[in-house]
């Protein structure tokens, strides 16, 4: 069974900044969306963002627009750039694929295991 493994979390001061990286085991997912979603102490998950599987469009959550950028490198590999980051993105972070657009944000069929980001000072 295909496998989303993630890379890059850590702990980084306020304002700080952070890449994340998600590499599918296999060619399973290359025509499928990829995207993160977040689950912070104590809280349920929430989307994160999203990107189609060519790269042509991508969707983010209100929270981290205009200071996440998500990019897909290559048909099996997505990454997320975290940019001005706040005490409130502290959380595990998962990777997330399904063919479908619209579940991307709700009910990705594919998850990873989880990278944890720690923003604090």
């Known amino acids: 069974q295909v496998q989303l493994v993630e890379s890059g979390g850590g702990l980084v001061q306020p304002g700080g900044s952070l890449r994340l990286s998600c590499v599918a085991s296999?060619?399973?997912?290359?025509?499928?969306?990829m995207g993160w979603f977040r689950q912070p102490p104590g809280k349920e998950r929430e989307f994160v963002a999203s990107i189609a599987w060519d790269g042509g469009s991508a969707a983010y959550a209100s929270s981290v627009e205009n200071r996440f950028q998500i990019s897909r490198d290559n048909a099996n590999t997505v990454s997320l750039q975290m940019n001005n980051l706040r005490p409130d993105d502290t959380a595990v972070y998962y990777c997330?694929?399904?063919?479908?657009?619209?579940?991307?944000?709700?009910?990705?069929?594919?998850w990873g295991q989880g990278t944890q980001v720690t923003v604090s000072s």
């Open positions: 997330t694929a399904d063919y479908y657009e619209d579940y991307m944000t709700s009910r990705p069929g594919y």
């Open positions: 296999d060619d399973t997912l290359n025509k499928n969306c």
